[in-house]
């Protein structure tokens, strides 16, 4: 079960999120403001996490150029720019400058309308939308390490316990604008598949299977909470070759190599395992887990097979799992987690230095929730 730490510091969060919306609401008029549609040309989304916390985020797109047949551009840290490469809504990707002053003149230089702020809701970055002068500024607010967002025009409640995916969109659902149908949207163009095909010539395979062990800040902690025992993948391997005679490709960042080849060390069958670390790049990785036959993995890597529905296992200890479970059909993944043990606290460094929440995960449970993904697509 939870701690009493972590029980009390999501209490504390909440009641402090609770306050802040409550003042907003009572003191700022500009909630009152009506945001005419017919006013909105150019529309700037400003989300500057991660990789898999923007593809939650690409749902909000075919709506709001539906809806409002405005040219969108994305505000992303760079070397994110590559997400939405062929993306049809997506007119620009402008990159965050390091300097507060230099990004409020670029953003006035583009005379955006609206801005979406999905990422994080904060007092700067309102701010540097109000000092660009975008007319309407919409967002939401979960956090108080980086200050209200004091200048936001409308802004969802902050309190909610649903997918990322629904609360992004119901920042939009403030002017009226939703998508159904959501799915997370990845674009690649017939060269990129072209290739994959090429690659997976020269590995003599078709019939894979993608591990994708690490994370973006994996290597920057001692007791990364979101790591399952690397000699656990090595099993569950083993199984997947001998049972379904597949090849394993083990994907990651350059950095993440290390752990590749410490799995690979424990596999018995090593020619069928691929490290593949360093030898795919953003858009590379999104192909081969388009047409791989099933992914396990406890990072980045669920949201990029929900795109593709690929079937996926998804390992999952410090997590809220209620908002980033995998974006996929109910029957097509399998989430995997133990809330009888210290989970929930959301630290990328287990506090506790045992990962006692990842440990939890046994092998059993993880080829079991293969074999009946397996079962019920192919």
Request: aromatic share 10%.
């Amino acid at each position: 079960m939870k701690s009493l730490n972590t029980t009390i510091r999501k209490e504390i969060k909440n009641l402090l999120l609770l306050f802040d919306y409550l003042i907003w609401w009572l003191f700022d008029p500009s909630k009152f403001k009506k945001i005419k549609k017919d006013e909105i040309k150019k529309v700037l989304i400003v989300h500057l996490g991660e990789i898999g916390e923007i593809l939650v985020s690409t749902p909000i797109l075919p709506a709001l150029k539906k809806e409002l047949n405005c040219e969108i551009s994305f505000m992303v840290k760079e070397g994110n720019q590559a997400i939405f490469k062929n993306n049809p809504y997506v007119s620009n990707v402008l990159t965050i400058k390091k300097g507060f002053k230099e990004n409020v003149k670029l953003l006035k230089n583009e005379k955006f309308d609206m801005a979406i702020i999905l990422l994080p809701a904060s007092t700067k970055i309102s701010l540097m939308c109000f000092l660009a002068k975008i007319k309407y500024r919409i967002g939401c607010y979960e956090g108080i390490i980086n200050g209200p967002p004091l200048f936001l025009t409308k802004r969802t409640f902050p309190i909610k316990n649903k997918n990322v995916v629904l609360k992004f969109l119901d920042i939009v659902k403030q002017i009226g604008i939703d998508n159904k149908i959501p799915k997370i949207e990845i674009y690649l163009s017939d060269n990129e598949k072209k290739d994959l095909k090429k690659a997976l010539a020269k590995f003599h395979t078709t019939n894979y299977v993608v591990i994708h062990p690490g994370f973006s800040s994996i290597m920057k902690h001692n007791y990364p909470s979101r790591l399952w025992p690397l000699e656990n993948y090595s099993k569950v391997i083993d199984y997947l070759i001998k049972k379904y005679k597949v090849k394993v490709f083990l994907t990651g960042s350059k950095d993440e190599k290390i752990i590749s080849d410490k799995i690979k060390q424990k596999v018995k069958n090593k020619k069928n395992v691929i490290i593949s670390n360093g030898l795919f790049d953003l858009r590379e990785l999104f192909a081969l887990i388009s047409k791989s036959k099933l992914l396990i993995s406890g990072g980045v890597a669920v949201h990029i097979s929900a795109a593709f529905n690929i079937p996926t296992v998804a390992l999952e200890g410090k997590s809220n799992v209620t908002e980033w479970h995998p974006w996929n059909p109910k029957n097509n993944y399998i989430l995997l987690n133990h809330p009888e043990v210290c989970t929930g606290c959301e630290k990328e460094d287990c506090r506790r230095k045992n990962q006692e929440c990842m440990k939890a995960i046994t092998v059993s449970e993880v080829v079991t929730a293969a074999d009946r993904l397996w079962k019920l697509n192919y």
